[in-house]
């Protein structure tokens, strides 16, 4: 196990809602990313946050957004859910410095079901 | 902009054979290249990295992976497989000079490993 935790297992909502996924970093690392995984696709990047601001994003609308707090926990908030919302999300941390990257630790994953 | 392309979609082989799964990626600048193990209800497991140096990576649990600049490969390789090791295998790049903090990984689609005992 990495030591990245994440909650909820499962959750399921209706489109037009707004949902909230954690993520617990591993130990001593500062920084957290968010993937969105559909089903039969690999992970795709949502957002990093370094040091408790947003330090890079992928493709995503700005109705997903993000938090990292002091200790490094972090939230993924996703408003005006939509049925192409269904996915995994995954969170992973690793610790890095400028110009130095190492190798990101996955969560378990939150599996989000709208309706 | 960077991607990862995942040729095959499953790889069948039996067990005690050698296995191979392949990726070819591109980037702008040099390549920082991972891959990743998936099994069923589970996030993603870290198997091995190639930043820079021999082009044959060692990893986890027997892996291996060969890293081809010339023809921007990095093929996941195992000169034994188990049965333990059917799962879902993604191939994973950055470009190492894409910008200081941001840490985008692109995935591949993954390909389906089914060891037949």
């Known amino acids: 196990e990495t030591g990245v935790t994440q909650s909820p297992t499962h959750l399921i909502k209706t489109r037009g809602q707004q949902v909230t996924l954690r993520c617990s970093s591993q130990s001593g690392h500062n920084t957290v990313s968010w993937y969105q995984q559909a089903l039969g696709q690999g992970p795709q990047f949502i957002f990093q946050y370094y040091r408790e601001e947003e330090n890079g994003r992928g493709n995503f609308p700005p109705r997903f957004s993000g938090l990292q707090f002091p200790n490094y926990s972090s939230e993924l908030n996703v408003n005006a859910l939509e049925l192409d919302d269904s996915a995994l999300y995954l969170c992973?941390?690793?610790?890095?410095?400028?110009?130095?990257?190492?190798?990101?630790?996955f969560g378990p994953g939150t599996r989000l079901t709208v309706l | 902009a960077q991607s990862v392309a995942q040729p095959e979609d499953q790889v069948n082989v039996a067990e005690g054979n050698p296995l191979t799964v392949k990726c070819t990626y591109s980037?702008?600048?040099?390549?920082?290249l991972f891959w990743y193990v998936q099994y069923p209800n589970r996030g993603l497991q870290f198997l091995l990295k190639y930043i820079t140096g021999d082009n044959l990576v060692k990893g986890s649990y027997g892996f291996e992976a060969e890293f081809n600049k010339s023809q921007t490969s990095f093929h996941l390789k195992k000169p034994s497989a188990l049965v333990s090791d059917s799962a879902l295998y993604f191939c994973a790049v950055r470009d190492l000079y894409s910008g200081a903090g941001s840490y985008q990984l692109t995935f591949g689609k993954g390909t389906k490993l089914s060891v037949i005992p």
């Open positions: 980037v702008s600048g040099n390549p920082y």
């Open positions: 992973a941390s690793s610790l890095q410095f400028p110009g130095l990257s190492n190798e990101q630790f």
